[in-house]
């Protein structure tokens, strides 16, 4: 049964640490996309690949975040120095994109929720 | 920034009864799609509509979409107490960018 596995599910830190965040994405998918989920913003897209390339990251602030795909399975999303402001649900999702086509259906995983003290 | 606004922000229906959503965007899109989640989980996808598409139906679910009004809405039929979540209509564009609306919450009652 294919999924996209993110882990951690659930981070306690304190402000200043470093987070990291991994997912790996449905083998076969070619784009991965980093959500974040926070009851006052709703769901903001951070930044997603295609074929392990970054397409967009402009909704990811540049200072403290970091977002990464070392190779076809694993996306990596990094905070640091991390704020109390960045506690949310953060949710990894991948799909299949061919030939700049369109994004179909997306795969999420369960979530990494963050808090930050 | 959200693309879509769903309306109503929350719905409470009994069981059997017809549970409608709306959606509306902003800007030009080449498919919308919703999504279901269920409390504390991922999203799950439902339906997607192309923009040349008027009207598609999924087992229970039955979606419309006006492209010259910029909405859709998403119709579940018989609603069961196992629909109660938070459904999503999510638009997609040119630039493989998938973004999401602000979701309705559904409680279907006993």
């Known amino acids: 049964d294919a999924r996209v596995t993110q882990t951690p599910r659930h981070k306690v830190t304190e402000m200043g640490q470093e987070v990291t965040m991994r997912c790996q994405p449905i083998?076969?998918?070619?784009?991965v996309f980093w959500y974040r989920q926070t009851m006052m913003q709703g769901l903001e897209l951070l930044a997603y690949f295609r074929n392990r390339a970054p397409l967009d990251d402009s909704g990811m602030p540049k200072d403290r975040f970091s977002a990464e795909m070392p190779d076809a399975t694993l996306a990596t999303l990094k905070i640091q120095p991390s704020e109390p402001r960045d506690s949310a649900v953060y949710f990894c999702a991948s799909g299949s994109n061919y030939r700049g086509r369109d994004t179909g259906e997306l795969f999420f995983g369960e979530g990494s929720r963050l808090t930050v003290l | 920034s959200q693309q879509g606004e769903e309306d109503p922000q929350a719905l409470s229906i009994q069981e059997g009864e017809n549970a409608t959503m709306n959606c509306s965007y902003k800007t030009s899109i080449n498919n919308l799609q919703w999504y279901r989640q269920n409390s504390g989980r991922g999203l799950v996808h439902l339906i997607l509509?192309?923009?040349?598409?008027r009207e598609k139906h999924s087992g229970r679910l039955r979606v419309t979409l006006d492209t010259s009004k910029k909405s859709s809405s998403l119709l579940i039929t018989a609603s069961r107490a196992a629909d109660t979540a938070s459904y999503f209509c999510a638009t997609a564009g040119t630039a493989s960018k998938l973004t999401f609306g602000t979701g309705t919450r559904l409680q279907v009652t006993l």
């Open positions: 509509i192309r923009s040349n598409e």
């Open positions: 083998l076969g998918h070619n784009t």
